[in-house]
C-alpha cells in the first residue's frame, strides 16, 4: 500500500507559477496529476512513466507544466507556470502500478488533493 501526500497549492495570481509535490510512502512505477474543478469531471493533466523517460500532458497544459520525479526522495513534481484563472481547480497525484501507466483506471493510489485557485 502506498500512500500520497501533495502539497504546494494555493493563491496565485494569474500569469504566476506554482510548484506541486507529490510525496509518496514508498517506490511507485508509473506517476500522474489530474485536476477536479468544480462541477466538472476529474481530468488527466500529466503522467511519468517509471524512469522519467515517457512524459505526456494534456494538450492546454503541455506548453506551461512540467512534469518530473525524484526516485531517490520518492516524489514527483509538477511545476505549473503562465497559470490561468481556468487552471482553478483540485490538484491529484497518482501511481499506478505499471510502469507506463495511459488510463486514469491505471493509477491505484490516489493523494487527498491540494487545492490551486489562480485569479484574475
Known amino acids: 500500500q502506498v500512500q500520497l501526500v501533495e502539497s504546494g497549492g494555493g493563491l496565485v495570481e494569474a500569469g504566476g507559477s506554482l510548484r506541486l509535490s507529490c510525496a509518496a510512502s514508498?517506490?511507485?512505477?508509473?506517476m500522474g496529476w489530474f485536476r477536479q474543478a468544480p462541477g466538472k469531471e476529474r481530468e488527466f493533466v500529466a503522467r511519468?512513466?517509471?524512469?522519467?523517460?515517457?512524459?505526456d500532458y494534456a494538450d492546454s497544459m503541455k506548453d506551461r507544466f512540467t512534469i518530473s520525479r525524484d526516485n531517490y526522495k520518492n516524489t514527483a513534481y509538477l511545476q505549473m507556470n503562465a497559470l490561468k484563472p481556468e487552471d482553478t481547480a483540485v490538484y491529484y497525484c497518482?501511481?499506478?502500478?505499471?510502469?507506463?501507466?495511459?488510463?486514469?483506471?491505471?493509477?491505484?493510489?490516489w493523494g487527498p488533493g491540494t487545492q490551486v485557485v489562480v485569479s484574475s
Open positions: 497518482a501511481a499506478s502500478e505499471l510502469r507506463t501507466p495511459t488510463l486514469q483506471a491505471h493509477y491505484r493510489y
Open positions: 514508498g517506490r511507485t512505477f508509473g
Open positions: 511519468i512513466s517509471w524512469n522519467g523517460g515517457n512524459r
